[in-house]
């Protein structure tokens, strides 16, 4: 069956360090993989997307990975900041409309 | 530009019971989905709504139904509630059906079955 799976122990780490949070998943091979940051109590809000033929996408602090071989993904905070504590999770594409996959997400925690 | 909104944000229902949750979607968004999220996990797809038609579905039962307005707006309606049935669950808009993008997502509504 397809399975989504993401370090579910917490990570803490130190400001100003990089965080780096791991997706892996089994019996896929999704077009595309998203991640979205969650707060408590909110709904989850989207922060990058990349696609099968795409190796690495970057936007500010953010980097993600994309290995359709190892089927993983890497998502990496740089110069990361307490505000930066959030649950993140990993979703991939399935099927031909925008149904999402998510897994049950990694909580980070930065510390000052 | 409005974002998704959801109502109520929070409510309480007995075994049994039935409930309806609200959405209305981002502007300009055409199509709504709805997924489940229980304590600790990722959410679940439960079903998308594009032109007022169900466009695909996940493992959930029939009594967890919905409809879509011609406003873009959606419902979701659960009978015979399940203590399981507790979760915070998540609207979603976005454009489109395809495999184009992100999806944005209400703040949800907190169901709690006792």
């Known amino acids: 069956s397809q399975k989504i799976e993401q370090n579910s122990e917490a990570l803490n780490i130190q400001e100003g360090k990089t965080a780096t949070l791991t997706c892996n998943y089994t019996?896929?091979?999704?077009?595309?993989l998203q991640w979205y940051r969650q707060d408590p109590g909110r709904g989850p809000v989207f922060l990058l997307l990349i696609r099968e033929n795409e190796k690495e996408k970057r936007k500010e602090r953010l980097k993600v990975t994309f290995d359709t071989t190892l089927k993983q993904s890497l998502f990496h905070i740089t110069a990361s900041q307490p505000a930066d504590s959030a649950t993140y999770l990993c979703?991939?594409?399935?099927?031909?409309?925008?149904?999402?996959?998510f897994g049950a997400g990694t909580r980070l925690a930065v510390h000052p | 530009e409005t974002g998704v909104t959801q109502s109520p944000t929070h409510l309480i229902k007995t075994r049994g019971q039935q409930v309806t949750l609200r959405c209305s979607s981002q502007s300009g968004h055409n199509t709504v989905s709805w997924y489940q999220q229980a304590l600790g996990q990722g959410p679940q797809f439960i079903f998308q709504?594009?032109?007022?038609?169900?466009?695909g579905r996940g493992n959930f039962p029939p009594r967890f139904s919905g409809l879509q307005f011609p406003n873009y707006s959606s419902e979701l309606n659960v009978n015979a509630l399940e203590l399981d049935d507790s979760a915070l669950y998540l609207c979603a808009s976005s454009f489109g059906t395809g495999n184009t993008g992100e999806l944005f997502f209400g703040e949800g509504s907190r169901l709690t079955v006792l």
């Open positions: 709504y594009y032109r007022e038609e169900e466009n």
């Open positions: 979703a991939l594409s399935s099927g031909g409309y925008n149904k999402l996959i």
């Open positions: 019996n896929y091979s999704p077009a595309y």
